[in-house]
C-alpha cells in the first residue's frame, strides 16, 4: 500500500528555519518524481520544489524560495525532506509532499499537481511576522 506521511509543520517566526518530513512506504522513493506543494487559504495549490523522476536531471522551484527552500532524500530512510530557512510569512500553508507513481509527469508541465498521484496528508507550516 502507497503511502506518504508527513510532519514537521508548526508556527514558527519569521526569519526562522523549519524542516518538513515525508516517508514513504509501499514503494521506492527514489525512483519517481517528487514535489513539494503548498496551498494557502483562498489561493491555488503549487509546486514549491520537484525533481523530475525521468532521469533527466530536471528541477522545478518556485520564484520565491530560491535560495531559501531545498529539497533532498534518504534513500535508506525512504523519506524525502524540504528544508525552508528563512522563512516569511507568505510562506503560511499547508504543506504537502506528492510523488508521481505512476509516471504521468512529461513535458514542460511535469510538475503540475494533476500528475502526481500520491500524496501525504499536509502539514500546516505558519509564519509568524
Known amino acids: 500500500q502507497v503511502q506518504l506521511v508527513v510532519s514537521g509543520g508548526r508556527l514558527v517566526q519569521s526569519g526562522g528555519p523549519l524542516r518538513l518530513s515525508c516517508a514513504a512506504s509501499?514503494?521506492?522513493?527514489?525512483?519517481?518524481?517528487i514535489c513539494w506543494f503548498r496551498q494557502a487559504p483562498g489561493k491555488e495549490r503549487e509546486g514549491v520544489l520537484c525533481?523530475?523522476?525521468?532521469?533527466?536531471?530536471?528541477?522545478y522551484s518556485l520564484n520565491s524560495v530560491k535560495g531559501r527552500f531545498t529539497i533532498s532524500t534518504d534513500d535508506a530512510k525512504n523519506t524525502m525532506y524540504l528544508q525552508m530557512n528563512s522563512l516569511k510569512p507568505d510562506d503560511t500553508a499547508v504543506y504537502y509532499c506528492?510523488?508521481?507513481?505512476?509516471?504521468?509527469?512529461?513535458?514542460?508541465?511535469?510538475?503540475?499537481?494533476?500528475?502526481?498521484?500520491?500524496w501525504g496528508q499536509g502539514t500546516q507550516v505558519t509564519v509568524s511576522s
Open positions: 509501499g514503494f521506492t522513493l527514489g525512483y519517481y518524481g
Open positions: 506528492a510523488v508521481d507513481v505512476m509516471g504521468r509527469g512529461h513535458g514542460s508541465n511535469w510538475h503540475h499537481p494533476s500528475n502526481f498521484d500520491a
Open positions: 525533481i523530475s523522476g525521468n532521469n533527466d536531471g530536471r528541477t
